[in-house]
C-alpha cells in the first residue's frame, strides 16, 4: 500500500475518465453531425414540392384562364406535392420525437384485435393488389407488450411498401404467428424485390433506391419503423430477393399470464 499503488490508482481512474469523456464527446460529435446532415436534407425535401407547387401556380396565373386542361394538371400537380409535404412533415415529427428521446409506455396489448384494425385500414392501401390475411387462432388469446398505436403504424408502413413495390395482380400476405413465446409479423409480397446492396440502406433516412424514385414515398418509413421496433426492443429483418418479392418480419415476446399477474401485484 505504498505512494505508488495510490498515483497508480489515480493515474488509472484519470485515465479512465478521459476515455468516457472522449467517447462521449465522439458520440455528441456524431450526433450533431447526424442532425446537421438531417436539416440539411429536410429542408432539401421540402423545398423540392415547394418549387413545383410555386411553378405550377405561375403556369396558373399565366395561362389557366385560357387552357382549363393545363389549369387541371396544374392543380392535381399543387395537390399532389401539397400532400406529399404533409407526409414529409408528419414522418419528421415522429422522428424528430424519436430524437429528443421520446420513449414508448408499452401495455399489454391483445394481438387479434390489433391485426383486425390493421387489416381494415390496410385493405384501403391495396388497390389492385391482392391482399391476405393469415393469423393462427392461438393469436385469439395471446396479449404482447407493445404502443398499440405505434405498432400499428410499423406493420402498416411494411404493408404500405409491400403495396407500393408491387405490381397490379401480385400479391401481398401479412402472416402473424402466435404459437410460440414469441408473435410474429410477417409482411411478404411478390413484388420487384431489393438487391444486397440496396438492402444496406434501406434503414437510413430518405434512402430511396432509384426506381423507388417515381413511387413517391419519403423514404423516411423504415426509419420510423426500425425505431418503433427498437422501442418494443425488437428488430425488423429482411429476406429479399430481386425479381421475385420480399419478406419483412418482426418478433414482441408474448405476455403469459403469469407475468401479466406479477405485474398487476
Ligand atoms: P419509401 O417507401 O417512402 O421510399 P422507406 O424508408 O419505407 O421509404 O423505404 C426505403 C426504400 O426501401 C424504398 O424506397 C425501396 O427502395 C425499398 N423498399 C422498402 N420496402 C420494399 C419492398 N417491400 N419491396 C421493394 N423495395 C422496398
Redesign the pocket.
Known amino acids: 500500500q505504498g505512494p505508488n499503488d495510490e498515483l497508480g490508482r489515480l493515474v488509472a481512474t484519470l485515465n479512465d475518465m478521459l476515455d468516457s469523456l472522449e467517447s462521449a464527446y465522439r458520440e455528441l460529435a456524431e450526433s450533431h453531425a447526424a442532425q446537421k446532415r438531417f436539416v440539411a436534407d429536410v429542408s432539401h425535401e421540402l423545398r423540392t414540392p415547394l418549387t413545383t407547387i410555386r411553378g405550377n401556380i405561375a403556369l396558373i396565373r399565366k395561362m389557366g384562364d385560357a387552357e382549363p386542361q393545363i389549369r387541371e394538371e396544374a392543380l392535381a400537380d399543387i395537390a399532389s406535392e401539397a400532400e406529399r409535404m404533409s407526409r414529409l412533415v408528419s414522418d419528421m415529427l415522429v422522428l424528430a420525437r424519436a430524437d429528443a428521446g421520446l420513449t414508448l409506455q408499452l401495455q399489454p396489448t391483445a394481438v387479434q384485435p390489433l391485426i383486425e384494425q390493421i387489416k381494415r385500414q390496410a385493405k384501403l392501401l391495396a388497390k389492385d393488389i391482392n391482399f391476405q390475411v393469415h393469423m393462427e387462432t392461438a393469436c385469439e388469446k395471446t396479449l404482447i407488450m407493445a404502443d398499440p398505436d405505434y405498432l400499428r403504424q410499423l406493420i402498416l408502413?411494411l404493408l404500405d411498401?409491400?403495396f407500393?413495390?408491387t405490381a397490379a395482380n401480385g400479391t401481398v400476405e401479412l402472416a402473424v404467428k402466435c404459437g410460440g413465446d414469441q408473435v410474429e409479423v410477417a409482411v411478404k409480397?411478390t413484388?420487384?424485390?431489393?438487391s444486397p446492396a440496396?438492402l444496406e440502406h434501406?434503414?437510413e433516412r430518405f434512402?430511396?433506391?432509384d426506381?423507388?424514385r417515381p413511387?413517391g414515398?419519403?423514404?423516411?418509413?423504415?426509419?420510423i419503423?426500425r425505431w418503433i421496433a427498437a422501442q418494443h426492443k425488437s428488430q425488423i429483418t429482411v429476406e429479399?430477393t430481386v425479381g421475385q418479392g420480399?419478406v419483412?418480419k418482426v418478433t414482441l415476446p408474448v405476455i403469459n399470464e403469469n407475468t401479466l399477474h406479477l405485474d398487476h401485484d
Open positions: 408502413i411498401n409491400a407500393k413495390f409480397d413484388g420487384m424485390g431489393i440496396e434501406i434503414f434512402y430511396r433506391s426506381k423507388s413511387v414515398g419519403t423514404g423516411l418509413g423504415l426509419s419503423a429479399s420480399s419483412f
